[in-house]
């Protein structure tokens, strides 16, 4: 079983338009994230909630908005797209503790054209 | 506040030769520290973190890493380079209440036949 799952693996779409990348874990974690990766590599954290609330909201346009149905689940869905919202985007969950590892999906590759 | 600073964006070895990736933090705080791996098209992966525990921190695939207070480093080594260590590593840190792990920018190991 795939312990952090997102879906899609690929999304391509055009500017304007809005979607939603979808995000389960079934480790039992307490807490989920999103980070965004841009073409350099480099990862920056976007949102953090914790048993559904929101702890962590960095410098990130409100187009961007995060929904936790449930502490297994963090979806983000994102209005308007951008030609710079292209990146890779990564959920993750940990237990929330400050020296827990972070568990890590495989990713989302959204393209804008 | 907390950073983590990656010296060196690209790093070349033979293979069977000594691994150095270089990482030093900062931290106002007594941090929490970790290295992950990402191979391509893929999230990533712990390989060890530091706790407090013990300075010298063994992971998985023969990585390990030194924390040096004195120096705010924490370099990842492995004795003898694998073909299959080809990756993207990050340092990353953790310190502080909620869970925010701050990632630096990332080294790209080359593995040379």
């Known amino acids: 079983d795939t312990a952090v799952s997102q879906t899609p693996k690929y999304l391509v779409t055009q500017m304007g338009n809005d979607k939603s990348i979808k995000c389960e874990q079934n480790l039992g974690h307490d807490t989920m994230y999103w980070y965004k990766q841009d073409s350099k590599k480099f990862l920056k954290i976007m949102f953090s909630?914790?048993?559904?609330?929101?702890?962590i909201n960095e410098t990130v346009p409100n187009r961007f908005s995060p929904k936790s149905p449930d502490k297994a689940h963090l979806n983000l869905h994102i209005n308007s797209l951008e030609l710079g919202d292209s990146a890779v985007y990564f959920c993750?969950?940990?237990?929330?503790?400050?020296?827990?590892?972070?568990?890590f999906g495989n990713g989302t590759r959204l393209t804008v054209t | 506040a907390q950073s983590v600073t990656q010296l060196g964006s690209h790093v070349s070895v033979s293979e069977g030769a000594l691994v150095l990736l270089r990482c030093n933090y900062s931290s106002s705080v007594p941090p929490y520290l970790f290295w992950y791996v990402q191979y391509p098209n893929q999230g990533l992966q712990l390989l060890l973190k530091?706790?407090?525990?013990?300075?010298l921190v063994k992971g998985i695939n023969g990585f390990e890493a030194e924390f040096k207070k004195s120096e705010t480093s924490f370099h990842l080594t492995k004795p003898s380079a694998h073909m299959s260590d080809a990756a993207e590593y990050f340092c990353?840190?953790?310190?502080?209440?909620?869970?925010?792990?701050?990632f630096g920018t990332g080294t790209k190991l080359q593995v040379i036949p």
């Open positions: 993750a969950s940990s237990p929330g503790q400050v020296d827990s590892p972070l568990h």
């Open positions: 530091y706790t407090s525990a013990a300075t």
């Open positions: 909630y914790n048993n559904k609330e929101l702890i």
């Open positions: 990353a840190v953790s310190a502080g209440g909620y869970q925010k792990v701050t």
